[in-house]
């Protein structure tokens, strides 16, 4: 649905955008993850061509988005959806007003525009607000109108551009939980960019790590998740530099799905008569259909003609291993 290939953007001396390749399923809530002066804001604008790459493609829905301009490139832009940080509503609007605006700007009626206008309000949770001002809601609900109002043409893709940074831990939850839902139900493709890492893992089907300009890794989360040596991995098990003692190796084992219930402890103790004992350990349930969960023990492994063996054992029965 969305496809970046080789997309370069410099400014003056400031590579933002250095090659970056992305490719956003029909369908998927797809997050581009990285710290501040990553790239992320210049990516997403160059997908609705508020910025032009210097070079490469940005194709939306099969259309080459940066060969367009003119009356084609506002069609364009109409079926895409946007939400912000900083909701950026109208301040003296009424709720049902904002909302009705694209549907305003697309020349549909008042009569057409009521209901719709309703509807959309009642997708959101705010039927009640219709008639409140943006001031007398507080950011969650602000968030939810400018997320109505980024519906109210039935885009094909919604950008997100750090919905949720100026909320707090509660209301960030409620609204990726919305996006979810609405991505789910609407069969909404979703990009967003944010650097928290929980965004990614509570609602992506798929992420991208980007830094100084560059994809560093990307693909499903679960996938992410499982592989032993990850950037994303690592940031979400959050293991840090705890260490086996010398004389014993430190060494991380990644389990997916049926494996997480499995007495691997156990199974090293018996089977290889290894002592090992548990530096540190940390579960994550990957989004997805049914959840998955993804699961990494970080152990002490002493030093034994046996460790080899009992790794590769390990490893055959389908565990990630990472020697540290
Ligand atoms: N209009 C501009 N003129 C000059 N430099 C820019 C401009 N826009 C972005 N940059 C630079 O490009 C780099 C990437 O910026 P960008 O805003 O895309 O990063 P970001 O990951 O979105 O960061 P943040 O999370 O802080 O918004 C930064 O070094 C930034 O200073």
Not at 186 to 206: A, F, M, N, P
Not at 219 to 224: F, N, P, Q, S, T
Not at 271 to 290: C, E, K, M, Y
Request: hydrophobic residues 40%.
């Amino acid at each position: 649905m969305i496809e970046l290939s080789e997309v370069r953007k410099k400014y003056r001396d400031t590579t933002a955008l250095d090659g970056v390749d992305l490719h956003v399923r029909e369908g998927e809530v797809y997050g581009v993850l990285g710290r501040s002066g990553a790239g992320k804001s210049t990516l997403l604008r160059t997908v609705n061509a508020l910025e032009r790459p210097d070079s490469g493609s940005v194709r939306v829905a099969g259309t080459e988005i940066t060969a367009l301009g003119g009356s084609e490139l506002r069609a364009a832009r109409s079926r895409i959806g946007m939400v912000f940080q900083h909701f950026h509503l109208l301040r003296n609007k009424t709720v049902e007003a904002n909302v009705a605006l694209p549907l305003r700007i697309a020349g549909k009626n008042k009569g057409d525009r009521g209901p719709r206008v309703a509807e959309l309000l009642d997708v959101v949770g705010l039927s009640d607000k219709a008639g409140a001002y943006p001031a007398q809601l507080s950011g969650g609900q602000r968030q939810r109108v400018a997320i109505a109002r980024a519906l109210a043409a039935e885009p094909d893709v919604l950008l997100s551009d750090e919905a949720t940074s100026a909320l707090d831990q509660q209301t960030t939850v409620e609204i990726l939980d919305l996006l979810r839902r609405l991505n789910r139900d609407l069969g909404l493709t979703i990009l967003l960019i944010t650097h928290e890492l929980q965004v990614v893992t509570r609602i992506c089907d798929s992420a991208a790590i980007l830094r100084a300009g560059r994809v560093v890794e990307s693909g499903k989360v679960a996938d992410l998740l499982a592989e032993p040596g990850s950037e994303l991995g690592r940031q979400a098990f959050h293991l840090g530099d705890t260490a086996a003692p010398e004389a014993a190796s430190t060494v991380d084992i990644t389990f997916t799905g049926a494996e997480v219930g499995e007495p691997v402890v156990a199974a090293l103790v018996r089977r290889f008569d290894l002592d090992v004992s548990i530096l540190d350990a940390a579960v994550q349930t990957a989004p997805g259909d049914g959840g998955f969960t993804v699961g990494r023990l970080r152990l002490a492994v002493p030093a034994s003609p046996r460790t080899g063996e009992a790794l590769e054992w390990l490893r055959a029965r389908g565990y990630g291993v990472e020697e540290r």
